[in-house]
């Protein structure tokens, strides 16, 4: 990696909207992340530590971690299986820098008839 330049998160949707059921990505990505850095996944809600590196914390087998490196960047994916309308909430990928680096994501839970009536009405906006 990179020792040269200061760490930064690379863009990436920080909005997602799921149905019930399916599944949410995250998708963090880590320019320039020096040896001795670590990314974590944190669940802001209740301050749940999900992911530290790339060892899971949470007990919940729901959540799975995607892993990709190269020589710019690292990339931790977050990712929810069968989500509910409890998994609403953010979701922050954080940087052991000093001071933290981090990136918040926000995860919308519709329901299925909510998702319907949006697919309906998104051509009348168009």
């Given at each position: 990696?990179?020792?040269?330049?200061?760490?930064s998160?690379?863009?990436?949707d920080?909005e997602?909207?799921?149905?019930e059921?399916?599944t949410?990505?995250?998708?963090?990505?880590?320019?320039?992340?020096?040896?001795?850095?670590?990314?974590?996944?944190?669940?802001?809600?209740?301050?749940?530590?999900?992911?530290?590196g790339?060892?899971?914390?949470?007990?919940?087998?729901?959540?799975?971690?995607?892993?990709k490196?190269?020589?710019?960047?690292?990339?931790?994916?977050?990712?929810?299986?069968?989500?509910?309308?409890?998994?609403?909430?953010?979701?922050?990928?954080?940087?052991?820098?000093?001071?933290?680096?981090?990136?918040?994501f926000?995860?919308k839970?519709?329901?299925?008839?909510?998702s319907?009536?949006?697919?309906?009405?998104?051509?009348?906006?168009?």
């Amino acid at each position: 990696m990179n020792t040269f330049s200061s760490p930064s998160f690379v863009h990436s949707d920080p909005e997602v909207t799921v149905q019930e059921g399916q599944t949410a990505f995250f998708k963090c990505v880590v320019g320039s992340i020096r040896n001795n850095e670590t990314i974590s996944w944190v669940r802001r809600s209740d301050a749940r530590l999900l992911f530290v590196g790339k060892t899971r914390i949470v007990g919940d087998g729901r959540f799975d971690l995607i892993t990709k490196d190269n020589e710019h960047s690292v990339e931790r994916t977050l990712r929810i299986r069968h989500v509910d309308a409890n998994d609403t909430g953010n979701f922050e990928c954080q940087l052991s820098t000093s001071p933290k680096l981090s990136k918040l994501f926000r995860l919308k839970v519709v329901g299925e008839k909510e998702s319907i009536a949006i697919s309906i009405s998104l051509p009348d906006l168009l």
